[in-house]
T-cell receptor
Framework: DAGVIQSPRHEVTEMGQEVTLRCKPI?????LFWYRQTMMRGLELLIY????????DSGMPEDRFSAKMPNASFSTLKIQPSEPRDSAVYFC?????????????FGPGTRLTVL | QKEVEQNSGPLSVPEGAIASLNCTYS??????FFWYRQYSGKSPELIMS????GDKEDGRFTAQLNKASQYVSLLIRDSQPSDSATYLC????????????FGKGTTLSVSS
């Protein structure tokens, strides 16, 4: 298996623009997680899905952030409009049922810079 | 607010020494505990999991758990420069199906 795939790997955009991050989880994994990592705040969970259904989105910082999982093999995290404080590395991870606490496999991350 | 606390470091040890990384957690009901390693510019990867009080050994790595003290540690014996990385402690809240809470990580530097 290719592992968790994320795109793009790097994104530089200007404040106010829409940003869409993409993730393909490992085939057969029932859980998908979106994280944001910064030096100041560490690794923060934004939202996670179970069988394509959002379970907990309490970590989504503002209404500017939205996430979807239209099918088992694809998820997006959208930021609209983007702000400089959104600059971070965004990771997608997936894991197996039955517990979300099973090993999480992380994608390579997307480094987002908002100017 | 569930919390996982780690010293940010950096923790510096010479090659061949034992590195000791510590983590405390606030949710007394947590039952499983994980250590992830993250090299600079890379994504986290799981290196150890522990579920019972006591020690669990895997090669040069030993995880230690003390649920009464809400404390979990990771010992790295015979530290190598390739162990230089940030180590993240991760703990799930007691409720089933809830996601991991990660500490901010301890940066380890092993000098040759």
């Amino acid at each position: 298996d290719a592992g968790v795939i994320q795109s793009p790997r790097h994104e530089v955009t200007e404040m106010g623009q829409e940003v869409t991050l993409r993730c393909k989880p490992i085939s057969g994994h029932d859980y998908l997680f979106w994280y944001r990592q910064t030096m100041m705040r560490g690794l923060e969970l934004l939202i996670y899905f179970n069988n394509n259904v959002p379970i907990d989105d309490s970590g989504m910082p503002e209404d500017r952030f939205s996430a979807k999982m239209p099918n088992a093999s694809f998820s997006t995290l959208k930021i609209q409009p983007s702000e400089p404080r959104d600059s971070a590395v965004y990771f997608c991870a997936s894991s197996l049922w039955p517990e979300a606490n099973n090993e999480q496999f992380f994608g390579p991350g997307t480094r987002l810079t908002v100017l | 607010q569930k919390e996982v606390e780690q010293n940010s470091g950096p923790l510096s040890v010479p090659e061949g020494a034992i590195a000791s990384l510590n983590c405390t957690y606030s949710d007394r009901g947590s039952q499983s505990f994980f250590w992830y390693r993250q090299y600079s510019g890379k994504s986290p990867e799981l290196i150890m999991s522990i579920y019972s009080n006591g020690d669990k050994e895997d090669g040069r790595f030993t995880a230690q758990l003390n649920k009464a003290s809400q404390y979990v540690s990771l010992l790295i014996r015979d530290s190598q420069p390739s162990d230089s990385a940030t180590y993240l402690c991760a703990v799930p809240p007691w409720q089933a199906g809830t996601a991991l809470i990660f500490g901010k990580g301890t940066t380890l530097s092993v000098s040759s």
